[in-house]
């Protein structure tokens, strides 16, 4: 039996039967300091505020879709202490399903150290891994699938992975690496304030503006909600179209708020 199985369980079906949404991947504690400006380096900076959040891809998108009233669970490594108390604490506060996190005998909770300047809504991440291992092919084989409508493995294209095989737009991205996904597949990527674009099963190219705040926040976890609004949208039967704008629209007004409580 792999580590931390004993004990877990597949959760239920959400409201009336309703299918939940599980995202696969990370969790980990976000220490966020605000600052008014950047500091510069080898300076002593006053802040003007700090907070322990829950943070990590998967993580986010599970706030987000419940947030978005969506029943979803979450599926990652756990490592024992405090820290994992606290965002498995926080999952729970969210209604987030975390009967399928796997438990670790050891090793630490990967955390981030965020600097968030308020002058500009910027944020820059200082990220530990830890060294818990990665949820097994084992583990996942314990999933009743027929329990889920949708699963989430980040299949979404990120401006910065974009840039690092040297595309300089989403649609370009969207176009060169079409190549390397299965046909009918559908691929979409953000690219911050010039929206985000898609391609469909058929080849076709879709696109949506962004939906900019009127003043600039938070953009820390911006693209985990661009993400989870997609996938409600297209879980819920809605055009790609549809859900491209509607994860602008939902990602532009978390880039409003501090953190996500509010973004609906």
């Not at 998108?61 to 419940?66: E, F, I, K, P």
């Not at 314990?142 to 979404?156: A, G, M, N, P, T």
Request: glycine letters at 12%.
């Amino acid at each position: 039996m792999a580590a931390g199985a004993a004990g877990r369980r597949d959760p239920e079906p959400g409201p009336a039967g309703e299918k939940r949404i599980l995202c696969v991947g990370l969790v980990c504690l976000d220490i966020i300091s605000v600052v008014e400006a950047y500091p510069a380096e080898d300076s002593d900076t006053r802040c003007v505020s700090q907070r322990w959040q829950r943070g990590g891809n998967a993580s986010n998108s599970c706030t987000v879709l419940a947030l978005l009233g969506a029943p979803c669970a979450f599926m990652g490594s756990l490592a024992p202490g405090l820290a994992a108390d606290f965002v498995l604490a926080d999952l729970r506060r969210y209604g987030v399903d975390v009967g399928l996190a796997v438990p670790q005998a050891g090793g630490s909770l990967p955390a981030s150290v965020v600097i968030a300047s308020a002058s500009r809504g910027t944020r820059t991440i200082l990220h530990a891994h830890g060294n818990l291992p990665e949820v097994t092919a084992r583990d996942f084989e314990r999933v009743d699938l027929s329990q889920y409508k949708w699963i989430h493995w980040e299949v979404f294209i990120s401006k910065d992975v974009a840039q690092h095989f040297g595309y300089r737009s989403a649609p370009e991205a969207l176009q060169g690496l079409r190549s390397r996904v299965q046909p009918g597949a559908t691929l979409i990527c953000a690219w911050a304030e010039a929206g985000a674009d898609a391609v469909g099963p058929g080849g076709e190219l879709v696109h949506s503006d962004a939906f900019p705040p009127e003043t600039l926040v938070d953009t820390l976890g911006a693209g985990d909600t661009f993400n989870a609004a997609v996938i409600f949208a297209l879980s819920a039967g809605r055009s790609l179209q549809d859900a491209l704008t509607f994860g602008c629209q939902i990602a532009g007004r978390k880039c409003g708020i501090q953190g996500f409580d509010g973004i609906v």
